[in-house]
């Protein structure tokens, strides 16, 4: 199983430009999560999608839009980079019934000049 | 909003040795459960052990384990025979029994010494 899968892995961005942000888990979960890590700052979601169809906005979504395409696949996208969404980006998923844990993606490391 | 607070931005232990990771939260919620994540170099976030509120008896998992006094809202992970694979930083976080977000500390930098 490759678990939760995200790309691209590095990612350099100008100041206006647009990106997607893939997410795909072959696990069957239904819940999905994107977080963004910045230091001294720990973990903070940005959306979620709790099961397919449905998405909710975390702690700060401002600047980010998410598709839940499927039940496998849940994309973040910037409309518009600025250099303060330079991040770590992860990507999550949990099956709704389980007692409770997420698996994790590698991390995206997004960088806006 | 649930809170927790990692009051350790970095450790050390001597290899061999006994660490333990300090973690408070704050939730008005009777039910929760609790993690401890571990990110080493790599950024993988590995799920290291897992906490039942409603459970009293800690949980283990072979070299870790933790103390959870519900009461006082702290969750601290002893890490025994420390090994240095075991250098990264460590999460603790929280999720209610019913809600879908999780709550992650500021996390603790765990250094090895050989």
């Known amino acids: 199983n490759a678990g939760v899968t995200q790309t691209p892995k590095f990612q350099v961005l100008k100041t206006g430009q647009s990106m997607t942000l893939q997410c795909a888990q072959d696990?069957?979960?239904?819940?999905m999560y994107w977080y963004r890590q910045d230091p001294g700052m720990g973990l903070r979601l940005i959306y979620y999608?709790?099961?397919?169809?449905?998405?909710d906005k975390g702690e700060v979504p401002n600047g980010y839009n998410v598709s839940r395409l499927n039940k496998r696949e849940f994309s973040l996208r910037l409309e518009s980079a600025a250099p303060s969404q330079t991040s770590v980006y992860f990507c999550?998923?949990?099956?709704?019934?389980?007692?409770?844990?997420?698996?994790f993606g590698s991390g995206t490391r997004l960088t806006v000049v | 909003a649930q809170t927790v607070t990692q009051s350790q931005p970095e450790m050390s232990v001597q290899e061999a040795e006994t660490v333990t990771l300090s973690c408070t939260y704050d939730?008005?919620?009777?039910?929760?459960?609790l993690f401890w994540y571990k990110q080493p170099p790599s950024r993988q976030m590995i799920l290291v052990i897992r906490?039942?509120?409603?459970?009293?008896q800690n949980a283990t998992e072979n070299r870790f384990s933790v103390n959870f006094q519900k009461a006082a809202k702290s969750f601290s992970l002893k890490i025994s025979d420390s090994q240095l694979g075991d250098a990264a930083m460590y999460f603790c976080?929280?999720?209610?029994?019913?809600?879908?977000?999780?709550?992650f500390g500021t996390g603790t930098s765990l250094t090895v010494i050989p």
């Open positions: 999550a998923s949990r099956r709704q019934l389980e007692t409770g844990s997420s698996t």
């Open positions: 696990m069957n979960h239904n819940s």
């Open positions: 999608s709790a099961s397919e169809g449905t998405t």
């Open positions: 939730t008005s919620e009777s039910d929760y459960y």
């Open positions: 906490q039942e509120a409603y459970k009293q």
């Open positions: 976080a929280y999720r209610g029994l019913v809600g879908n977000q999780f709550y």
